[in-house]
């Protein structure tokens, strides 16, 4: 049965988004930010660091961000304890952390040239 739903599976067509030496053949780079809720109970951190890592997102928290003319892709990973947020509301953190819902709306107003800082301070 897996054979039915693997060409749906994102994780087959991920390394081909932003790798530029992988890209199908006139189809333009995407941009990508991925959050992650760490404790998501819908979508298990290592499905979504599985996918990431093929995708090839870098780790934006790392970098604190990214701005670059030619587009930026990464994951952001939110501790929702960190943000007030409960455990078992992992999955929601684009919907429940005001600096997350800041970065998404900063990242597609800029055309995906800009990941901001989503760090609590």
């Known amino acids: 049965m897996q054979w ?5 599976d994102p994780i087959n067509s991920a390394p081909f988004l932003i790798d530029p030496a992988r890209r199908l053949p006139g ?28 995708i090839g997102l870098p780790d934006a928290n790392a970098t604190r961000g990214c701005a670059n003319s030619a587009g930026c ?10 943000y007030g947020i409960a455990p078992s509301l992992a999955h929601f953190v684009t919907n429940l952390i005001p600096e997350a819902q800041a970065q ?4 597609l107003l800029s055309g995906g040239s800009e990941i901001i800082d989503a760090t609590r301070q």
């Open 104 to 107: 998404a709306a900063r990242f």
């Open 27 to 54: 189809v333009p780079p995407k941009r990508i930010l991925m959050h992650e809720g760490l404790g998501d109970i819908f979508v298990p951190n290592a499905q979504g660091d599985a996918l990431a890592r093929v």
């Open 73 to 82: 892709s990464g994951i952001w990973r939110f501790d929702p304890a960190v």
């Open 4 to 8: 039915a739903w693997d060409p749906g």
